[in-house]
């Protein structure tokens, strides 16, 4: 269906089912519970209460019943489609959505946009397991974090007429154009898909597969190949597809610049790789992606563009206008009269000489060296700047934000402590670690392979009619028969095979440092770096690390912080995948502990030396680190503190999710 995969179509039908599950707790709360202000029932063009019936008269049943949700900032999305951008206060919203429903029935603004982002909330989901597979390579892992993208404490927004939903389906879109290829993406999703399918075991057998060695072999195999070609994998068209998601999100939210980076780390990546080969080429693919960044934050700049042309050009429509820039008042001014007063002391004067306030013509923004009107507004109407936020009174807004800042700070640490090299060269570069366990790997799996078994073997094996034990690809005793036909092994293909089998073990030895010690302790001191070569400790996630850092500390320093919930959750595919770590470690490492002592318990005492061996196996791999292949990060003695993290976040996520279904509709203060 519409190419879909199994797993990404029940994503896609479980996102529309969340959505609609919000759209009708919401509306009843709504209907049940009273305002906090029931102004949001008076449309702005309405002059008195005989055109306010009218009005409730001739709206379509759909319409009124979801009339509440025309708050907070929707109010200002559904006047700008219907009456454009006459209040300079309005250009603190982006002209994506309100352009899109801008034709259609000003009664119809809600339930519209309400359809649009139930779609983008489809289309996001998809896209971040697609991205999920093609980064970190780990199937379960992209799953559970789109179950938490599908779920997440902002989910009220993402449902809302914001445009969170849209932001964040245009993010996923643009890491996915440069990321995502049939070999990592679609394959992958497929193979867990067809797996599923085939398996019979529903649910069980989906989170089996997901699970099992095979598909992430798979996966981990595919993307091995995409990092082998990346120096030579430069694609134009991944670029301009990027480059027109990227122009898309610049449309929705400010933010959307910052996604303008990846497109100029996707040509810096492939430039670095190339310039030992060819040096020109080198310099025209990162030309490439400077042009594309530049071009993809075009929507902002023309947005700009468009409000001084309203505010500042002679004889523009907004000078003749004094409701246009009225002074703050009501439930969105952000310091009252004595702010105002004490802003307009501070502006006496603009670069002409003329004096006048932050309410006065001619606007002080329009005499600035680069005259920004977004931020003026922010500034101004919102009281947007650095530590502004940073009172006593806005504590409880602190407390409010405190799950995502605790989480957004313990997934970077995590992160760049298990790949500090690698982001101290920005991800431009292979890492060096998980070369040398894929070189270890080939090496490893062409001892296992090996035609030859050995001499010593060969003088052992009967002549024919007799079984014989030989090696497996996977490194275990079969037992096979040999007939009459097989004939005797020369002398010098014994002598060959057992100087490869040297070399190959020498090989082995020499990725690590420690040619003494042979195979085995190159297994054990290479066990980390394995584990960190998929999950959300994967190198490839480097990319999506530095936007996240910098949301983080725009969304402490300068943002109204209560709106940091929404506003990393909307632009961090990362920390989905964070989440979604955090809650397999801590479920699977208490069941890893138990199941040694279950099976000895069950199976019989003929069996307990096989159950003695795992608990060892166990015991082992969480003393020498643990990497598991959720990302590497061990299971240490604090799995209880871990168990309560995963079930935490999901508590955080239905707690906040409900809460929102309250609040949000009812006018009262939420993220």
Same mark, same amino acid.
């Given at each position: ?70 708050? /907070? ?158 120096? @030579? ?41 190339? /310039? ?113 936020? /940073? ?24 992160? @760049? ?255």
């Amino acid at each position: 269906m519409l190419g879909l995969s199994q797993p990404e179509l029940r994503l896609a039908l479980l996102a529309i089912a969340v959505r609609l599950a919000l759209l009708l707790g919401a509306t009843g709360g709504d209907l049940l519970l009273p305002d906090y202000d029931t102004s949001k029932y008076l449309p702005p063009d309405l002059a008195d209460s005989a055109a306010a019936a009218a009005r409730t008269v001739t709206t379509p049943p759909p319409a009124w019943l979801l009339r509440g949700w025309l708050v /907070w900032d929707a109010v200002f999305f559904a006047d700008i489609a219907s009456r454009g951008y006459v209040y300079e206060q309005y250009y603190a919203f982006f002209p994506v959505v309100p352009g899109l429903l801008s034709h259609a029935p000003a009664q119809l603004f809600a339930l519209l946009a309400m359809a649009l982002n139930a779609v983008a909330s489809m289309a996001g989901a998809v896209l971040l397991y697609r991205l999920g597979v093609a980064l970190t390579r780990d199937l379960q892992l992209s799953a559970t974090a789109c179950l938490f993208f599908i779920l997440n404490p902002a989910a009220i927004f993402h449902a809302a007429p914001y445009t969170e939903a849209a932001f964040a389906a245009a993010s996923f879109a643009s890491l996915c154009c440069l990321h995502c290829s049939s070999a990592s993406g679609s394959s992958g999703s497929n193979h867990y898909g067809s797996r599923a399918a085939g398996g019979g075991g529903g649910a069980g057998a989906e989170a089996e597969d997901a699970r099992g060695v095979d598909g992430n072999d798979q996966i981990e195999n595919s993307g091995r190949g995409e990092r082998g070609r990346a120096g @030579s994998g430069f694609s134009l068209v991944r670029l301009l597809a990027a480059t027109a998601a990227v122009s898309v999100s610049c449309g929705l939210r400010s933010n959307g610049v910052v996604n303008a980076g990846y497109l100029g780390h996707y040509s810096l990546r492939h430039a670095v790789a190339v /310039w030992p080969h060819s040096k020109a080429r080198a310099v025209r693919v990162a030309l490439l992606g400077v042009a594309a960044a530049a071009v993809s934050v075009a929507p902002l700049v023309l947005f700009q563009l468009a409000a001084h042309d309203a505010f500042c050009r002679g004889g523009a429509p907004g000078a003749t206008r004094g409701a246009t820039v009225a002074p703050r008042t009501g439930a969105y001014g952000a310091t009252g009269d004595e702010g105002v007063a004490a802003s307009s002391s501070s502006s006496s004067a603009g670069s002409d000489g003329s004096s006048g306030g932050p309410y006065d013509w001619p606007r002080p923004w329009c005499s600035s060296r680069i005259p920004y009107a977004y931020g003026f507004v922010q500034s101004l109407y919102w009281n947007v700047g650095l530590l502004r936020y /940073w009172t006593l009174q806005q504590a409880p807004n602190f407390l409010l934000a405190m799950p995502v800042l605790l989480l957004s700070v313990a997934g970077l640490f995590e992160f @760049s402590r298990a790949n500090a090299g690698h982001m101290a060269r920005l991800g431009l570069t292979a890492p060096q670690d998980v070369e040398d366990v894929e070189q270890l790997e080939d090496v490893q799996g062409a001892q296992l392979r090996r035609p030859a078994l050995g001499a010593a073997e060969r003088v052992a094996r009967p002549a024919s009619g007799s079984e014989t034990t030989g090696l497996k690809g996977s490194g275990e005793l079969v037992r096979r028969r040999r007939g009459p036909a097989d004939a005797w092994t020369p002398c010098e293909d014994n002598e060959a095979s057992e100087s490869a089998e040297r070399s190959a073990r020498q090989a082995a030895a020499t990725l690590t440092g420690n040619s003494r010690r042979g195979r085995s302790s190159v297994d054990s001191n290479n066990s980390g770096r394995v584990g960190r070569s998929r999950g959300f400790l994967s190198p490839e996630l480097t990319v999506t690390m530095f936007p996240w850092a910098f949301g983080l500390l725009v969304a402490v320093t300068s943002m109204h912080v209560q709106v940091a919930t929404r506003f990393l959750l909307s632009s961090c595919p990362p920390l989905y995948w964070y989440m979604a770590h955090l809650w397999r470690r801590g479920v699977e490492a208490p069941a890893a502990r138990r199941a040694p002592e279950l099976r000895a318990r069950e199976e019989p005492a003929a069996a307990w030396g096989e159950a003695a061996a795992a608990a060892a196996k166990v015991e082992i791999a969480s003393g020498a680190g643990g990497a598991s292949a959720s990302g590497g990060a061990g299971t240490t003695a604090g799995g209880g503190w871990g168990a309560w993290v995963a079930v935490a976040l999901w508590r955080w996520c239905f707690v906040y999710m409900a809460l929102g279904c309250v609040l949000f509709v009812n006018f009262l203060p939420w993220t």
